[in-house]
């Protein structure tokens, strides 16, 4: 079965540290893979995406995330957190083969940073 | 270039209600999936349109319903209301093969 975990409920941050939110996957096949970021009382925006080539995906606001392809992990990054940064990231995975292009979600990771 | 809308904001019902839920597609998107995201949890697949049609269902009751229209707009409809309904309603849409881009949502308080 296809999932995706998100381990960490809250990571924590003081501000201007580099932050990572963990993401791991099962799929069948090959994966493409998503993080988003929900502000609270908005809907789910777009960071970036893992499609194939290079492991380092670069997306909005700075953020980056490396896919692993050995410890099918797909981290989210960023160099020097910021206060705005706060908020609920989500993971999602689809598998390539799925023709109806559904997305598969963690559980979400809160983000706080701390000025 | 409008993003994705949604219709209402904010909702309170009470048990047994009906409710409709509306969404307006991103310009150039055909396709419109729906999903429910609970307190403290990710988003859960309802269902999926294409053409007016239901192409794909999530593990959800046949008490929730959507359509689509023409234009591409679509509705989902939930009947008999449960306390359990309780949630962000959010849509999405994208094109047929394409990255989904979401609305701002809909919580609906089900008293």
């Known amino acids: 079965a296809q999932s995706v975990a998100q381990p960490e409920d809250q990571v924590n941050v003081a501000e201007g540290n580099p932050l990572t939110v963990k993401c791991t996957y099962s799929?069948?096949?090959?994966?493409?893979l998503f993080w988003y970021v929900q502000y609270p009382n908005r809907g789910l925006q777009f960071l970036l995406k893992?499609?194939?080539?290079d492991n380092l995906v670069k997306g909005s606001y700075g953020f980056e995330a490396e896919f692993n392809k050995s410890q099918t992990s797909f981290h989210l990054k960023k160099p020097s957190a910021l206060v705005s940064d706060s908020a609920l990231y989500f993971c999602?995975?689809?598998?390539?083969?799925?023709?109806?292009?559904?997305?598969?979600w963690g559980a979400g990771t809160k983000l706080i940073i701390k000025p | 270039d409008a993003g994705v809308t949604q219709s209402p904001t904010h909702l309170i019902k009470t048990r047994g209600q009906q409710v409709t839920l509306r969404c307006s597609p991103k310009?150039?998107?055909?396709?419109v999936s729906w999903y429910q995201q609970a307190l403290g949890q990710g988003p859960q697949f309802i269902f999926q349109?294409?053409?007016?049609?239901?192409?794909q269902r999530g593990n959800f009751p046949d008490r929730f319903s959507g359509h689509q229209f023409p234009n591409y707009s679509s509705e989902l409809n939930v009947n008999a209301l449960l306390l359990g309904d309780s949630a962000l309603y959010l849509c999405?849409?994208?094109?047929?093969?394409?990255?989904?881009?979401f609305g701002a949502g809909t919580r609906l308080s089900v008293l």
């Open positions: 893992y499609i194939t080539g």
């Open positions: 799929v069948s096949g090959n994966p493409y």
């Open positions: 349109y294409y053409e007016e049609e239901e192409r």
């Open positions: 999602a995975v689809r598998d390539k083969k799925d023709s109806n292009y559904q997305l598969i």
């Open positions: 999405a849409s994208s094109p047929r093969t394409g990255d989904r881009y």
């Open positions: 310009s150039g998107h055909d396709t």
